[in-house]
């Protein structure tokens, strides 16, 4: 069994910073990308971030790019993702994912492992 744990999200003020961070554990785990999604209440939830370990490349939602940096260990199989000048429209429950296979689309179904989740709210 793989467990992601994440850690990080809080209450911060509109304009402010967060680092999040996400942690791989559990049996031999190689993961092809991991990532960031989020969920507003009442929303989809929705891509936010990824890395590709084959390759090193980031990706980013349109939405955030430019406020965001994903990074990672792949060794740790460990993701962060530092998020600037925040806003309350980013407010949502921010989730770590992992796909053990290629992912294509970074569509949330091609990713087979989830964290439980840590909740960003920025106040305005």
């Known amino acids: 069994q793989v467990q992601l744990v994440e850690s990080g999200g809080g209450l911060v003020q509109a304009g402010g910073s967060l680092r999040l961070s996400c942690a791989a554990s559990?049996?031999?785990?190689?993961?092809?990308?991991m990532g960031w999604f989020r969920q507003a209440p009442g929303k989809e939830r929705e891509f936010v971030a990824a890395?590709?370990?084959?390759?090193?490349?980031?990706y980013y939602a349109d939405s955030m790019k430019g406020r965001i940096t994903i990074s990672g260990d792949n060794a740790k199989n460990t993701v962060y993702l530092q998020m600037n000048s925040l806003n309350a429209e980013d407010t949502a429950v921010y989730y770590c994912a992992a796909s053990g296979t290629v992912v294509l689309y970074w569509a949330k179904n091609e990713f087979e492992y989830w964290g439980q989740g840590t909740q960003v709210t920025v106040s305005s």
């Open positions: 890395i590709s370990w084959s390759g090193g490349g980031t």
């Open positions: 559990g049996r031999t785990f190689s993961s092809y990308a």
